[in-house]
């Protein structure tokens, strides 16, 4: 079974930073690509970041570049999350996600981890 | 890649059958799956690469397209239907992106 533990989650003052951790298991996890999906209170999910299987490509969504940092460990079956200078806006549930990737659409999803900024 | 989803929400009655559609600004082939979201709960995966049912789901979901249309059908809506539906399209991992959601709710 799939499994994708999120933490590192918690209340933060804007211009503060935050990591974010995801531990995953039941899977191959070096032959998949991972990503993070976050969701505002009442919002639908929005794509943040994703890292590509080796780790050697990482991608953003325009709203967290050059502020947010993926990265990945592939002898510990982790993927992190760096937040710097977070933003009121940032406030949201955070999924660590397995990709959804044109050779393997189906993504699985962790429980989440809320960051607020406040 | 802009995911245009509609209605943004729907009222109808159980039985009734319900399509939801997911427009993409670019030809995204069949790189897209379909989720069903229920307050406080994690997005549930319903179909993958536009048209493939995912394991568990019940087979009154069924999703339909390639290109830049697809669409989302529940042939006879259920109670527990009731929840917010998203599209997400996958095509590219430099630019994942997901529609606006709809809702469905029980008329």
């Known amino acids: 079974e799939v499994l994708l533990v999120e933490s590192g989650g918690g209340l933060v003052k804007p211009g503060g930073s935050l990591r974010l951790s995801c531990a995953a298991s039941?899977?191959?996890?070096?032959?998949?690509?991972m990503s993070w999906v976050r969701q505002a209170p009442g919002k639908g999910p929005e794509w943040v970041a994703a890292i590509s299987n080796s780790g050697t490509y990482e991608y953003y969504a325009e709203s967290v570049r050059g502020r947010f940092s993926i990265s990945r460990d592939n002898a510990k079956n982790s993927v992190y999350l760096q937040m710097n200078s977070l933003r009121v806006e940032d406030t949201a549930v955070y999924y660590c996600?397995?990709?959804?990737?044109?050779?393997?659409?189906?993504?699985?999803w962790g429980q989440g981890v809320l960051v607020t900024v406040s | 890649i802009q995911m245009t989803q509609s209605p943004s929400s729907l009222s109808a009655s159980v039985g009734d059958r319900v399509t939801i559609t997911c427009q993409a600004s670019?030809?995204?082939?069949?790189?897209l799956n379909w989720y069903q979201q229920k307050p406080g709960k994690v997005p549930k995966l319903l179909i993958y690469?536009?048209?493939n049912l995912e394991t568990g789901v019940p087979s009154r979901f069924s999703g339909s397209g390639s290109g830049t249309v697809f669409t989302l059908t529940i042939t006879s809506l259920e109670s527990e239907d009731i929840a917010t539906y998203y599209c997400h399209q996958y095509d590219d991992l430099h630019a994942l992106t997901f529609g606006g959601g709809t809702r469905v709710d029980i008329k």
């Open positions: 690469d536009a048209s």
């Open positions: 670019q030809d995204i082939r069949k790189f």
């Open positions: 039941g899977f191959t996890f070096r032959s998949y690509a």
């Open positions: 996600s397995r990709a959804a990737t044109r050779t393997f659409p189906r993504d699985r």
